[in-house]
């Protein structure tokens, strides 16, 4: 079924100049890119994205992390690509990520308190829904 997944090139991997090489690998994979924009955000939007995060010993980090410069915030299309683009980024951690992912092959541990994985991809189609309509609400 043809699907969309809401990506962020996060602020590591914008910092590093990575965009392109993350945005080359979804549109080698075959995925359209159907929207795109860079942009940095606050407390609020990413309060919202990562709800399901409150409380955890990684919150505070994660949001700070985030809101630490620009995002480039995608949305893909393709066949199962929620699925086929978490499998581009490989594992949470980037030290145990695969070689052939993009984080196994770009990221690294910095020995920071919340993993910088350079990449986020929806992890399910009610997750992907939930925040294309936060990141792109016209899109909703
Ligand atoms: P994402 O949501 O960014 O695509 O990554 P994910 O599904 O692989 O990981 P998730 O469990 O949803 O965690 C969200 C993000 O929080 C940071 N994190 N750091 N213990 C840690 O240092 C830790 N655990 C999670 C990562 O940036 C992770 O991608
Ligand atoms: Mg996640």
Redesign the pocket.
């Known amino acids: 079924m043809t699907e969309r997944s809401l990506v962020l090139v996060?602020p590591d991997g914008v910092r590093r100049g990575l965009t392109g090489e993350v945005l080359h690998r979804i549109e080698g994979k075959g995925y359209e890119l159907v929207a795109l924009d860079r942009r940095t955000v606050g407390r609020d939007i990413l309060a919202e994205h990562?709800a399901e995060?409150e409380g955890k010993?990684?919150y505070e980090p994660?949001v700070e992390?985030m809101s630490s410069g620009p995002v480039v915030a995608v949305v893909i299309e393709g066949e199962r690509c929620i699925e086929g683009f978490r499998a581009l980024?490989g594992?949470?951690d980037p030290t145990a990520a695969l070689p052939g992912t993009i984080r196994g092959d770009l990221g690294r541990d910095w020995g920071l308190?919340?993993?910088?994985?350079l990449?986020?991809?929806s992890?399910s189609p009610e997750s992907a829904s939930r925040e294309i309509a936060i990141w792109f609400p016209h899109l909703a």
């Open positions: 996060k990562y995060h010993p990684f994660l992390f980024a594992a949470t308190k919340v993993q910088q994985n990449v986020h991809g992890d």
